[in-house]
């Protein structure tokens, strides 16, 4: 399936995520699990990467640590140029409302919110302010999702499929540096993954999205530009560029 | 983020109405304790100064109106004010005094009051001579017929009350009163034999003579009210009157109202505690509500850290929603207070004023206690790990 590299062109210069020996140790009771052993890996701005590996493997605990949600015991952390480590608790939140979109398998939606409410909120969020947002963006990426009828629709309203695409559409609305999601189709059907996949890779092309996801599926991982493998907290192989057909 | 609010309200309308209904209680409570004070207090104030009569002659110490014997000033006092003191050879102790030339009547007045149940309501009935009481007042008889001087048989068990008293009142056989209808005082039975306009003082008068043979005897009132002469300076025969009968406490009848309202009973602490409760209502109804919320809506605060708001954002959001259903359960208490009033109107003798000082300290405090009850589960939440909150289940 993997073809060799058609050159799209990534500017490997311009590096989004880049960590550097990320260990990560959870202490529970007195046992210490070590989650990540010394994790080192770059993202380019414009790469689709895939995570894959086992369950347990440390992958939710790299997406948390990369999304500045989790602080790595030791290591090094840069994310769009800007050094993480040294951050505090309130810095970390401040780079993650500026350049992280964030999709879960969960979806993780507001449930009293309508579709349109969950991505205001989040553009007022983005924005510190009660303004309308951008509404020509939000409309452009509404369109990519095909959720322009599902504006004025709950959550509860609404299929899987499309209680995702409102998360990735909530994800991209404020045009982050970086969109991490975790296991985003471990919760849908085959004909949902599928149509998620495409929108994910869609966001990619069009508009040059940088996306790390994670994923078990073999299928989805092949939609990426790259596939990362790991086992027991540590890169297995960082793979190897190819492009989707 | 009010739509977030909003629609948290929204989503859990029960609880949003249990809130609402804890902060109206604090706001009733305050409003109405606060109203009632007012409304007995102006109405008594209100009644005291309701005389023609300027000034007001009161024994001498610390002013008073609670007192167990009632009656402590000699009510000879009435007469010496307007017709002098005339030298008595059989008494060389007594000094001659001429008549104090500006007064047109004075009347000597037995006035007790009974603290009623619960320190708020009081009973107060005066002891009057009729024939003085009407020249320093514009009393006016509208039913029956005057108080009788209590001197005899016939009339020592009689009793004039006002208009208000008569319409609000039942007499001992449990029907309205009427004139000869008998009513309870100072757990006697008298007979009603008038009613009298304008209100004025106690609502009940009963003879000065019956009141000084339930109090022993003595020929004594608790104060003198003096009718002046057309346009004489009140200032000025204060002063001559101080002049001639010195040590006894002589004011215009016009500063009454300020000094009844000054520590009337303990209701200035009653109040304290009746506010502080309130908030203490407000506050913890609010932190269980709010505490509830965050807890059941663990995983959203998880999301909005992941969407990167701010520790004060999160704190701002829910203080938001506390604070609108503090608004409303001020709202709700405002006009559950209207129809608390209006009840206790017309069932009770009480009088309630929705005054508003009341109504700012009753909305302010069940404002205050939301907000500040919501600042720890706010608190709470802000502090929460995301990657624990967006777990939870
Ligand atoms: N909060 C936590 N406390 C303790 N151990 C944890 C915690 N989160 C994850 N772990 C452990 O760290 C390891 C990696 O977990 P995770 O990153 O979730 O793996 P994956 O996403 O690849 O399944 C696992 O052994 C898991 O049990
Ligand atoms: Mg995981």
Redesign the pocket.
């Known amino acids: 399936m993997k073809r060799p590299v058609q050159p799209k062109f990534f500017n490997y210069m311009s590096t989004i995520l880049e960590t550097v020996d990320l260990k990560m140790t959870?202490?529970?009771g007195k046992v210490d699990?070590h989650?990540l052993r010394g994790v080192t890996l770059n993202v380019a701005r414009g790469e689709y990467i895939a995570i894959m590996?086992?369950?347990?493997?440390?992958?939710?605990?790299?997406l948390h640590i990369a999304g500045g949600m989790l602080t790595p015991t030791s290591g090094r952390l840069i994310i769009d140029g800007e050094d993480v480590t040294a951050m505090s608790d309130a810095q970390r939140t401040e780079l993650r409302r500026r350049k992280i979109g964030f999709v879960f398998q969960r979806f993780n939606l507001f449930p009293t919110l309508s579709a349109e409410g969950n991505l205001k909120l989040a553009e007022r969020i983005y924005a510190r302010a009660k303004n309308g947002g951008n509404p020509e963006g939000r409309r452009r990426i509404l369109k990519l999702l095909k959720l322009e009828d599902k504006l004025h629709h709950k959550p509860l309203e609404l299929s899987g499929g499309e209680q995702q695409r409102v998360a990735i559409a909530r994800a991209v609305v404020n045009r982050p540096a970086l969109v991490l999601a975790?296991e985003p189709t471990g919760n849908l059907d085959s004909e949902n993954s599928k149509v998620v996949l495409d929108m994910l890779r869609g966001l990619n092309n069009e508009f040059g999205q940088t996306i790390v996801m994670?994923t078990h599926n073999p299928e989805a991982a092949a939609r990426a530009d790259r596939v990362v493998e790991?086992r027991d907290?540590l890169i297995l192989s960082a793979g190897v560029p190819h492009t989707d057909s | 983020m009010d739509s977030l609010s909003v629609a948290n309200l929204k989503q859990r309308p029960l609880r949003t109405a249990v809130s609402m209904a804890g902060v109206s209680l604090g706001v009733v409570l305050v409003v109405l304790m606060g109203g009632l004070t007012r409304g007995m207090t102006r109405d008594a104030a209100g009644r005291q100064s309701n005389v023609d009569a300027e000034i007001r002659f009161l024994p001498g110490g610390e002013i008073s109106i609670t007192t167990s014997n009632p009656l402590m000033l000699s009510a000879r006092y009435a007469g010496a004010i307007v017709n002098g003191v005339k030298p008595a050879p059989e008494n060389p102790g007594v000094e001659p005094k001429p008549p104090v030339a500006a007064v047109a009547a004075a009347t000597p007045v037995g006035q007790y009051v009974q603290t009623g149940a619960g320190a708020i309501g009081f009973e107060m009935v005066d002891g009057i001579d009729y024939a003085s009481f009407k020249d320093v007042t514009s009393i006016k008889i509208v039913q029956g017929r005057p108080l009788g001087s209590g001197g005899d048989e016939q009339t020592a068990h009689e009793a004039i009350v006002d208009r208000f008293y008569a319409e609000k009142n039942l007499g001992l056989d449990n029907k309205p009163i009427r004139i000869g209808s008998k009513i309870k005082v100072l757990d006697q039975p008298f007979t009603v034999a008038g009613v009298y306009e304008p209100p004025m003082l106690a609502r009940v008068k009963i003879p000065l003579k019956t009141m000084q043979e339930l109090f022993g005897g003595a020929d004594n009132c608790s104060f003198v009210m003096v009718k002046l002469k057309d346009r004489e300076p009140v200032d000025r025969v204060i002063e001559t009157i101080n002049d001639y009968y010195p040590g006894n406490n002589v004011i215009p009848t016009s500063e009454i109202p300020a000094l009844y309202s000054q520590g009337l009973f303990a209701v200035d602490v009653l109040l304290d505690v009746v506010v502080g409760l309130s908030a203490v209502i407000s506050g913890l109804v609010i932190l269980l509500a709010m505490f509830t919320t965050i807890t059941e809506r663990t995983r959203e605060i998880g999301i909005l850290k992941s969407l990167g708001a701010s520790k004060r954002l999160i704190v701002t959001i829910i203080e938001r929603e506390a604070a609108l259903i503090s608004a409303m359960g001020v709202v709700l208490g405002f006009v559950l207070s209207a129809i608390g009033r209006y009840s206790i109107q017309s069932s009770t003798r009480l009088i309630v004023d929705l005054d508003i000082k009341w109504l700012l300290i009753g909305g302010l405090i069940g404002m205050a206690g939301g907000v500040i009850g919501a600042f720890y589960p706010a608190i709470r939440a802000a502090n929460l790990d995301p990657?624990?909150a967006l777990s939870y289940e």
Request: hydrophobic fraction near 35%; charge should be neutral; proline fraction near 5%.
């Open positions: 959870y202490r529970v699990v989650a590996g086992p369950s347990g493997c440390g992958k939710s605990t790299l975790d994670i790991m907290g | 990657v624990e």
